[in-house]
């Protein structure tokens, strides 16, 4: 089955309704959890894209602090960029403030600074034993995390690439408030990356036209960042024209847009061959860490691409390779199907329907339907 | 394809299950219904109001954005954002999903002949849904400031350059996003520059073009001459966007277009430091641009009158506390602040009366405040009676 078409479908059903005269038009829901660490319940913005109810691939999840502020349109920009294939489609968790500030910033030495703060390492121990094993049990997750943080939420961001590195994969921080205790983080950065060999991680880091504290403490951060490890992937950039407050949803785009800036296969991917996508997998395992299963989507699209083009036998080529790549997939045998039997080998296309038929029956996937009114078609057409 | 359908049962069975199952939703809007006599169709729309909507009685501008299936989600969350941060006016945004796409949105040609058969050709029929059936429609159900924009994306696009040459009257402003113009040999082109030549009082145009096929490419250069040659004194831009493609350059789009056509709406950051009079001003020229009856926001009249009076500037704080007790006579704590700059004026009469203003407006609109407004008005009486 086409995901792509599919995926104009969902659009349509979000927006037809036949059950009632007026319906809420829904991104996400709201829950929360009892926090030990912080001693306090917790609220949680949820956004689910919408490949999470139609495939039983896992995803990707994006923190988002000062959750109430940014969660509707930083999911936006994840669901315009995701269907532009610009990203892969995100699980985004939004993390209301109770206490912003004792929250979001690092122990000083000095107490002379903003009375209530200095619990950054509580909230990421929050983050380590609490937050991310919920979400982990709770949805179907990759093992790649991203921090979006702006202001004390940047700061905050920054105090935990270096203290906790192991929590998060990438980050995104937005006028990090790196002023704060003398430019503590700063101080931190020099050391952290004295004698580092390597550090896996992605960050962007953006500052606007802002009071000159916030400027030069950026630029002295990045200033330390150009002798870092190879393997770190890092940019700064500053926008001229933005605020303090107006910064952050340029920086959230620019910031995926340039993480993700190899993501999208070539405009004619459709002309690859299977070890451009072999190659094009490894180099993407290598930069992310894990195993993507939504590229699973794109090495479908290729398959339907070259089907479309007429070019049969290619198709029948990258999409078993698909099947060998996320064997799990009921729907990759479907497609597989659909290439075999446009290639006349109806025997083989039955029987990839059926294994579509069985494993979608086995993990309830509603397109089972589907791949059982394919299956039947080409029985019809076997004569039998 | 019966497999479409199936997916839609599928999907919209499981959708409906699970909307009835959540009450923790974070929803953004509504989806709604009108009928089209006009289309002779059932027209679905989706609208988001902004934050605070019902809990006032102010008129918003309105945003019309089509191919709303696929763009409502981010374009709500632009206005949301932009807004929040006063970039632009809190607005409406109104979403038109499509039924029948190339039918609507693409302006008649010589060889097309809308008939139950024809798939194209039936803008003007779509422009007099808009105009007859929609927009009278969020009108009399909405608070609306007569300013409303269209954005359209694609074919939405070419439908936005013909609303603004065919049907100009119906938007004020009109954000066009990698307009098909390649469209019926490039026919919008000189259709482009007859109505420049001919129409005079013209609303904003913004369009965008990434790097993109080549005919449209083409087209849209074409119009970019035709507006750099006309003599119209009227407000547009024209963007090219080399990174963006067909469809990445939506979103951008909407967000520099939104951005420009509000250049100058943004007060400073220490817009409490203004006078009244810079104030008003600015409202003016903001009402200048955008051809109605704009007043500074409660909130920037309120931040700084209450700064001249804490700064000791008694009268001018009056001055500005008085004018927003003027423009928003239901909100109590506008009376209560008035009367704060009273007292500290040493005008303890006039602060009286306005305590006892905001307790009265309080009690009648369920402010929260009451217990406030009251304990001010006893203690001036007190400070009265000495």
């Known amino acids: ?384 | 394809m019966s497999r479409k359908l199936n997916y839609l049962l599928i999907f919209l069975i499981a959708y409906s299950l699970e909307l009835n199952a959540q009450d923790s939703s974070i929803a953004i809007g509504i989806r709604t219904q009108i009928r089209s006599k006009i289309l002779n169709e059932n027209r679905e729309i989706l609208i988001s109001l902004p934050e605070g909507y019902s809990n006032n009685k102010k008129p918003y501008p309105v945003i019309y954005l089509l191919d709303a299936e696929e763009h409502f989600f981010h374009v709500a969350g632009i206005v949301e954002f932009l807004s929040s941060q006063k970039r632009i006016p809190p607005m409406i945004l109104v979403g038109i999903p499509n039924t029948k796409r190339m039918r609507d949105l693409t302006p008649k040609t010589e060889t097309d002949s809308l008939n139950k058969f024809s798939i194209s050709g039936g803008a003007n029929l779509f422009a007099e849904f808009l105009e007859k059936e929609l927009l009278s429609f969020i009108e009399k159900n909405y608070r609306t400031c007569p300013y409303r924009i269209l954005a359209g994306h694609s074919l939405g696009g070419l439908f936005a350059i013909h609303a603004w040459c065919a049907h100009t009257r119906l938007f004020n402003a009109y954000l066009a996003v990698s307009p098909s113009l390649w469209w019926n040999g490039m026919s919008m082109i000189r259709e482009a520059e007859l109505f420049l030549e001919n129409e005079h009082a013209i609303p904003a145009l913004y369009v965008t073009i990434g790097d993109e096929r080549e005919d449209m490419v083409r087209s849209n250069k074409s119009l970019h001459t035709v507006l750099q040659n006309q003599k119209n004194h009227f407000a547009w831009k024209y963007t090219v966007m080399a990174n963006e493609d067909h469809g990445s350059i939506v979103h951008r789009s909407v967000y520099d277009g939104l951005e420009w056509l509000y250049q100058g709406w943004f007060l400073p950051s220490n817009y409490e430091t203004m006078s009244l009079d810079e104030l008003q001003e600015h409202a003016q020229k903001m009402t200048d641009k955008f051809g109605y009856t704009i007043v500074t926001q409660r909130e920037v009249l309120s931040a700084t009158g209450n700064r001249l009076r804490v700064k000791g500037n008694f009268n001018k704080a009056i001055a500005v506390l008085h004018r927003n007790s003027i423009q928003n006579p239901e909100w109590p704590m506008g009376y209560d602040e008035l009367g704060l700059a009273f007292e500290a004026a040493g005008q303890l009469e006039e602060a009286a009366a306005q305590y006892l203003h905001a307790f009265k407006k309080s009690l009648a609109t369920d402010d929260p405040n009451t217990a406030l407004f009251r304990q001010h008005w006893m203690d001036v009486q007190k400070r009265l009676k000495k």
Request: proline residues 4%.
């Open chain 1, 1 to 384: 089955m086409k995901l792509f078409h599919w995926l104009n479908i969902v659009f349509y059903a979000f927006a037809i309704n036949l059950f009632a005269q007026k319906s809420p038009v829904i991104i996400g829901e709201r829950t929360c959890v009892f926090s030990k660490i912080l001693n306090e319940e917790r609220a949680l913005l949820i956004y689910l894209p919408p490949q999470y109810f139609t495939t039983k691939a896992s995803f990707p999840v994006m923190y988002l602090l000062d959750g109430e502020e940014h969660f509707h349109h930083a999911t936006g920009v994840i669901e315009f960029l995701s269907r532009q294939n610009k990203i892969p489609p995100m699980i985004v968790v939004a993390i209301p403030n109770t206490q912003r500030t004792r929250d979001l910033t690092p122990k000083t030495e000095s107490d002379d600074e903003v009375s209530e703060g200095g619990s950054a390492d509580r909230f990421a121990d929050f983050f380590a034993n609490e937050l991310i094993p919920y979400v982990d049990s709770t949805y179907r997750t990759q093992p790649f995390r991203l921090l979006i943080g702006h202001s004390f939420g940047g700061l905050f961001a920054f105090h935990t690439m270096f203290n906790r590195p192991e929590l998060f994969n990438a980050f995104i921080s937005i006028s990090a408030s790196l002023w704060w205790d003398n430019r503590g983080e700063i101080r931190k950065a020099e050391n952290f990356f004295k004698d580092r060999k390597s550090f896996l991680k992605i960050l962007y880091f953006t500052i606007g036209n802002e009071g000159d504290d916030m400027v030069k403490s950026n630029e002295a951060m990045s200033k330390i960042l150009k002798s870092t490890p190879k393997d770190f992937y890092w940019k700064f950039t500053i926008l001229e024209k933005e605020s303090h407050g107006s910064i952050v949803h340029r920086s959230i785009y620019d910031g995926l847009e340039w993480m993700y800036r190899n993501w999208r296969l070539p405009e004619n991917f459709e002309s690859m061959s299977m070890p451009d996508i072999e190659a094009y997998y490894k180099k993407m395992k290598a930069k992310f860490g894990y195993e993507y299963t939504t590229l699973e989507a794109m090495t479908n699209a290729v398959g339907y691409a070259l089907m479309g083009k007429g070019k049969i036998a290619q198709a029948v080529e990258v999409l078993k390779y698909n099947t060998i790549q996320f064997p799990d997939s009921p729907n990759v045998y479907d497609s597989l199907g659909e290439a075999l039997e446009a290639a006349g080998q109806l025997d083989q296309a039955a029987i990839n329907y059926l294994i579509a038929v069985e494993l979608g029956t086995a993990v309830n996937d509603p397109n089972t339907v589907i791949f059982r009114l394919h299956y039947n078609n080409v029985m019809k057409k076997l004569g039998q």
